[in-house]
């Protein structure tokens, strides 16, 4: 059987090639996201299809419009101030610091829902966009 040897170059420069084109990708996810997303923990119910996730941020000068043939399914919520089209939006069972047993629970919007701020503090909503049947 023949040994096999390798080009001490050509594996550097192999080596070199791979690792730049690693830190290309990172640069240019990076460069894509101007706002970097929190990551936080969302407790599953049934199988959620992984691109129906989304992450909602609603500061006050802004507000957010559920799209039209979607539901919005909040699992998290970070901040309370939240109006959904001028009515307050009970989103209390799914803040992130309440101690109660949130094992599946969600507060659902309809299509064409606006969302908006009443108060200064932004507020940060995980869930996910459920097509309507």
Request: hydrophobic share 45%; net charge negative; with cysteine.
């Amino acid at each position: 059987m023949k040994p096999i040897t390798l080009h001490p170059l050509s594996v550097l420069v192999g080596c070199v090639a791979v690792g730049l084109a690693f830190m290309l990708m990172g640069a240019t996810q990076a460069a894509g996201s101007a706002q970097s997303i929190p990551v936080r923990d969302a407790r599953m119910v049934g199988h959620i299809p992984s691109d129906w996730w989304v992450h909602v941020y609603v500061d006050y000068a802004h507000s957010f419009a559920v799209p039209a043939g979607h539901y919005f399914a909040v699992t998290l919520a970070a901040g309370n101030d939240v109006q959904a089209n001028g009515v307050s939006a009970p989103l209390w069972p799914v803040m992130d610091n309440y101690t109660g047993d949130r094992n599946g629970t969600r507060v659902t919007f309809e299509p064409g829902t606006v969302l908006t701020n009443t108060q200064g503090n932004a507020i940060n909503l995980w869930g996910y966009m459920e097509p309507v049947r």
